[in-house]
């Protein structure tokens, strides 16, 4: 199974401060259709996850621009532009590059 | 708008069964791939099986191989995730999941194995 590693695990941002969290795939994400098969997702306190970014810097219908994702092969990023109060929660990035499918262990993201 | 609707809170005993529903609209149940993941209290998020609606065909991940089945009944676009012998530990928010398409989750359906 394709281990997925999360860094950091927890982060504390200031409301219109930037914030980063690193994914790191055992394998590499990139499928022969040259597609690679990273996703971000964010689970707000008390909701199912939503999906924020799809294929490692798609961004899904809705998703405001201040959240992108970067990266290739096994390293990726999701970068917040500028914090809001709204985007607390947990962050999980997420392969589907084969079966089974795996999460990474989370970002739990708090404002200062 | 697409939707997945999830049945209620089930609570049952270590040993026994259960068997939660998935009912689909605003799509073509038929055309997306269904997904079953979940989420013991405080942890993260563990694949469990997906089914092919159009098909049947399912596939399961290897720790709940022999304990989970995957269903669907397309006339009324609604999928079931069946998980017996259940432990303590099976004790978690169960979601149904379309990865790909309208990217929607379940609200999920809490169950509860305790004696």
Request: glycine letters at 10%; proline letters at 5%; one cysteine or more.
């Amino acid at each position: 199974d394709i281990v997925m590693t999360q860094t950091p695990l927890s982060l504390s941002v200031t409301p219109g401060q930037p914030a980063s969290i690193s994914c790191k795939s055992s394998q590499s994400l990139l499928h022969s259709d040259g597609k690679t098969y990273l996703y971000w997702y964010l689970q707000k306190p008390g909701q199912s996850p939503q999906v924020l970014i799809y294929e490692v810097s798609n961004r899904f219908s809705g998703v405001p621009d201040r959240f992108s994702g970067s990266g290739s092969g096994t390293d990726f990023k999701l970068n917040l532009s500028r914090v809001e109060a709204e985007d607390v929660g947990v962050y999980y990035c997420m392969h589907s590059i084969e079966l089974p499918i795996t999460f990474g262990q989370g970002t739990k993201l708090e404002i200062k | 708008q697409v939707q997945l609707v999830q049945s209620g809170a089930e609570v049952k005993k270590p040993g026994a069964s259960v068997k939660v529903s998935c009912k689909a609209s605003g799509y073509t149940f038929s055309v997306y791939y269904l997904h079953w993941v979940r989420q013991a209290p405080g942890e993260g998020l563990e694949w469990m099986g997906r089914i092919i609606p159009a098909s049947g065909d399912t596939l399961y991940a290897q720790r709940f191989q022999g304990r989970v089945t995957l269903t669907r009944d397309t006339s009324i676009s609604t999928a079931y995730m069946e998980l017996t012998t259940l432990r303590s530990d099976d004790t978690a928010l169960y979601y149904c999941v379309l990865m790909t398409g309208p990217r929607t989750w379940g609200q999920g359906t809490l169950v509860t194995v305790s004696s």
